[in-house]
């Protein structure tokens, strides 16, 4: 009973609490990145996480999945971490202004409702279309101002990886991979990615890393809060939800970055940026909205 109500409760406090850690995940990176190159800061994350994951697994023993589970979470992996995460990260470093890397990776839930639709069979009532074009208007007016800037065609490249792998691997993710224990979930999706960026690392960089008091606080931010934390949230609502509504609460992500930004780095919110975020609140609502729920 007693781990019942808990459920209850993560299923009603999920959301909000993933959006606020998911959010800190650009804060980290960004604070991160000028004392390591992005293959090697997401290879040093990856094999703390499997250093951290392994004697877990070991002593808890939890079920380990048959052999075509184990390779749906290396694929799921590979899509959700790997080339999200890289994605994300090689396109800032190569000058693709952050929000302008948000502006492309919000597409995710237009398109995460188009695929649902036909890889899912999940139905997207039209007010959740409406909740969708809301959101994606949102956080056009949350990053307007801030996509100036020279921009390589690698970084857009990147970016457009980004968007595939997180919207891919997202509906992969719970068509697929859903019914795995977490803890060995993890450690296979974590290890599979891990090899993924180190090989990168040694092909594309110097892997030089300098060991500052900021680099070590914003490693152990994202290895804590953000992939043991905000993914394993991510997962959890993925087996509880529908793809959409899941993904919808990614047009949150600028704006609460936005304000995190503020309040951290002291960059300025500009009034339609405010806006923006209340139109991005709205679409949301509209998109989880259920008209039938309380009849």
């Known amino acids: 009973m007693k781990n019942r109500s808990i459920e209850d409760f993560l299923i009603i406090a999920a959301p909000a609490i993933f ?8 804060i980290g990176s ?34 380990w999945p048959p ?10 992996g590979s ?30 839930p237009v398109l995460t409702s188009t695929l649902a639709n036909r890889w899912l069979g999940e139905r997207v009532a039209p007010h959740q279309w409406v909740g969708l074009i809301l959101g994606l208007l949102g956080v056009a007016l949350v990053v307007q101002g801030k996509t100036v800037g020279d921009t390589s065609v690698v970084a857009w490249v990147a970016i457009s990886f980004a968007l595939i792998g997180i919207t891919v691997g997202t509906l ?3 068509r697929f991979a859903g019914g795995v224990d977490w803890r060995s979930a993890f450690l296979i999706q974590y290890a599979a990615s891990g090899l993924l960026f180190v090989v990168a690392a040694f092909l594309f960089e110097t892997r030089d890393v300098r060991w500052t008091p900021e680099f070590l606080l914003a490693l152990g931010w994202l290895v804590f809060v953000l ?15 529908a793809a959409t509504r899941v993904a919808s609460l990614f047009y949150l992500t600028p704006p609460v970055t936005a304000l995190m930004a503020w309040l951290i780095f002291g960059e300025r919110l500009q009034p339609l940026a405010l806006l923006g975020m ?9 998109v989880n909205w259920r008209p039938n729920a309380t009849r």
């Open 19 to 26: 959006v606020v850690l998911w959010s800190s995940g650009f």
């Open 227 to 241: 992939s043991l934390g905000a993914i394993w949230l991510l997962y959890f609502m993925i087996r509880r939800s």
């Open 30 to 63: 960004k604070a991160g990145l000028p004392y390591a190159e992005p293959m090697t800061f997401l290879s040093l994350r990856m094999i703390a996480l499997v250093l951290i994951l392994t004697p877990l697994v070991l002593v808890t023993r939890p079920p």
């Open 278 to 286: 209340a139109v991005c609140v709205a679409g949301v609502f509209l």
């Open 79 to 108: 899509l959700v971490h790997a080339l999200y995460l890289g994605g994300v990260l090689v396109s800032i470093d190569r000058g693709l202004p952050a929000g302008l890397a948000a502006l492309v990776v919000a597409l995710q």
């Open 67 to 76: 052999r075509a589970g184990l390779w749906h979470n290396v694929v799921a």
């Open 172 to 174: 992969y993710q719970k």
